[in-house]
């Protein structure tokens, strides 16, 4: 409807087994039809007949043409990809594909079907991200061929694109959304450029890697100091012991060491859990008067012992009283391409200590914590038991007490600055000020008792791109009628272009909604559409202190017409609430005639940029004609809505000019509202 410069257009579907399913038509109508029609179904195993459904579509569009996939699924049918590819190339044809979901795992046909026909694939679990594909043909299909044979490459940059959020209108020819120099896109008339702190959050890292299907290290080896002041130590590493073992999924077998002063070499290897146990248990502290201890050489037997790829905690309170042997200690942990990580608890005999087990550490890849508290042992071993399991990595092993005990952030988090056009408040005119009045809004929450009054009156364009918006009305026109306490009766009016006068007004449900089905969408070849002609019938019929609400996504081909529609409305006492799913013909077309007749009224306008958002309006419509919500808090954007259902109170304020004289009142011109929430 928006385009001139296809020839024709052709509609395919595919699923499994395959059957024929395919419209070649320059019109409109015939078209709309065919996709009417179509309704899922069946598909219960994953793969799909994609590329027969793709070759059809080929063979009957014409050279130079552009084919959109929607799917979820891969294709069943690899074995004809070559002759599809062929034929694309054959007739210069661009294929991109839409793909909402996990194409059964694989889906490697796309891309490859794609990157050759210089198309695009996009990928995301969201469905309702066709709205952006859809809204970004039907924006740029009339600006020309090239638009739509090179869309963007990125589902950001088409979602910025699609939604008019670009900064420049003028750099859309290069179909990425890049944030142009401050005088190469001006503010509109009557906004001013302001700077907006942002905060934007990512995650810190990604989440694990799942535990591998089999052991990848060697052996996970404890070498423990047990001399007479490592009690506390030891005892920690036996209470915890059995639980490390149960929740390795990474080590093939352990290593137990222990050393004192004399050494006497003391280390086992097993993978016999209970084996690993009963050696722990008999490890008593004792001796070791004097501080420095035999470290070194309880590193290097156990090390000899364990297998390659280990990683080796060793617990200790003291320096090595052979640290000579530091560098061949060093040496063997290479060789073994294994890690060594101490846990040292106590001042390591203060000036006797020269570095050795940083040094050794460093060498092996590992890392060297030191407590100031033995009470700390237990988290040491609650994040062995961890890394042990695959959680974390033994890269992350903690350096300090700090790093210890306090949680790494999921998400970490930066202010970024951008500008935005803000609509500049208007001066006073001479002799007033302004003032800002604030008042408690607490919108639905339940409102005082009503009574009845006025009709409820939905006005909607019925053209060719407004299918999902009539046929959401449809789906919850009973229920709102339902719920309806606040008006008498019902007013439903329809428009599209050419204008035939089409309203009802009926307080019978039956006929409500016998009137409503045979409500379609068709036509509608240019945008604009005679909005202002239908909200004229409307009013005429309607009851007085109605609401009405107008689903559109186009601008006013009548325009010329607001100040009487709006003194039509004003004369009755009507407030007009505007539902704009679309861009409404864009800024060159949409001349804000809907807001400018809105605020007349009292009323407001919402902008939508995702027709699936429709269904949630439409359930705040239903709860304000119930008196659980007041249409005088009807909510301007999709994300203001979701905080009023929040049922949340805020502090609003209002800014208006108020005269300086005493005696002459206030004249209160409209203001701009600010909402702070708390």
């Given amino acids: 409807a928006t385009s001139g410069i296809f020839d024709k257009y052709v509609i395919g579907t595919f699923s499994d087994p395959y059957t024929s399913h395919v419209v070649e038509s320059d019109d409109v109508a015939t078209i709309n039809t065919f996709v009417s029609g179509i309704s899922a179904s069946a598909g219960g195993d994953c793969p799909e007949m994609a590329l027969q459904g793709i070759r059809e579509v080929a063979q009957r569009v014409s050279e130079g043409s552009v084919i959109f996939v929607f799917t979820d699924a891969s294709s069943k049918d690899l074995d004809l990809e070559s002759s599809v590819q062929d034929l694309l190339l054959s007739k210069n044809i661009r294929l991109n594909v839409m793909a909402t979901g996990s194409l059964c795992g694989k889906g490697e046909e796309f891309t490859r079907l794609t990157d050759a026909t210089s198309g695009t694939i996009y990928k995301t679990p969201n469905k309702a991200d066709v709205d952006y594909v859809m809204n970004y043909i039907k924006n740029f299909a009339k600006y020309g061929i090239r638009f739509i044979r090179g869309m963007p490459t990125t589902l950001i940059d088409l979602k910025e694109i699609a939604n008019g959020t670009c900064s420049c209108r003028s ?47 060697g052996s996970l080896g404890f070498v423990i100091d047990h001399s007479g002041s490592m009690g506390s130590e030891i005892s920690a590493v036996k209470a915890s012991i059995k639980a490390i073992l149960a929740a390795n999924k990474l080590f093939k077998d352990y290593v137990i060491g222990k050393f004192n002063d004399p050494y006497k070499k003391g280390v086992i290897r097993s993978s016999n859990k209970g084996t690993i146990v009963s050696f722990l248990n008999a490890i008593t502290a004792t001796g070791g008067a004097d501080c420095p201890e035999y470290s070194m050489s309880g590193l290097r037997d156990a090390v000899k012992l364990a297998k390659k790829r280990s990683v080796i905690i060793m617990f200790t309170d003291a320096s090595a009283k052979d640290a000579g042997m530091k560098n061949m200690v060093a040496s063997l942990f290479k060789d073994k391409k294994s890690r060594l990580f101490v846990v040292a608890t106590g001042n390591l005999c203060g000036r006797r200590y020269s570095k050795e087990y940083h040094y050794v550490a460093k060498e092996s890849g590992g890392a060297v914590i030191s407590l100031s508290s033995k009470s700390f042992v237990s988290d040491v071993l609650s994040f062995i038991k961890k890394a042990a399991a695959g959680d974390v990595s033994f890269d992350e092993f903690p350096k300090d007490e700090h790093e210890l005990t306090t949680p790494k952030p999921i998400h970490c988090c930066s202010i970024t600055v951008v500008r935005r056009c803000k609509k500049v408040k208007l001066p006073c005119p001479p ?71 089409n309203v009802i007004r009926s307080a019978d449900e039956s006929e ?167």
């Fill in 171 to 217: 750099i859309v020819e290069n179909l990425v959304c890049i944030p142009p120099d401050e005088d190469e896109c001006p503010c509109p008339e009557g906004y001013e450029r302001v700077e907006v702190r942002k905060k934007v959050c990512r995650l810190c890292r990604p989440p694990p890697p799942p535990p591998p299907p089999r052991p990848k290290f």
């Fill in 512 to 678: 409500i909604l016998d009137f409503m089905g045979d409500i379609t969408p068709s036509g509608g070849a240019d945008c604009p559409e005679f909005a202002m002609s239908a909200l004229k019938d409307a009013a005429m019929l309607a009851r007085d202190y109605s609401i009405f609400i107008l689903f559109t996504d186009a601008a006013a081909k009548d325009s010329h017409k607001l100040l009487s529609v709006a003194a039509l409305l004003n004369s009755k006492n009507i407030k007009l609430f505007v539902v704009a799913t679309g861009t409404l013909c864009g800024p060159k077309v949409y001349s804000e005639e809907f807001h400018d007749l809105a605020s007349r009224t009292g009323g407001a306008v919402m902008t939508l940029t995702a027709k699936t958002s429709i269904s949630e309006v439409l359930e705040f419509i239903g709860m304000a004609a119930s008196g659980e919500a007041s249409f005088h808090h009807f909510p301007e954007s999709l994300s203001e809505l979701r905080k009023l259902k929040c049922k949340k109170c805020w502090v609003q304020e209002v800014s208006t000019c108020c005269c300086h004289g005493i005696g002459d009142g206030c004249h209160f011109h409209h203001g701009h509202h600010h909402h702070h929430h708390r």
């Fill in 431 to 501: 002799g007033y000020s302004r003032v800002v009045m604030r008042q408690k809004v607490c919108p639905m929450l339940p409102q005082c008792p009503v009574r009845r009054a006025g009709s409820l009156g939905f006005i909607i364009d019925d053209s060719g791109s407004m299918g999902a918006e009539i046929f959401a009305v449809k789906s919850q026109i009973t229920s709102i009628i339902s719920k309806n306490v606040r008006f008498f009766d019902y007013v439903i009016g329809r428009f599209g272009d050419p204008y035939v006068k």
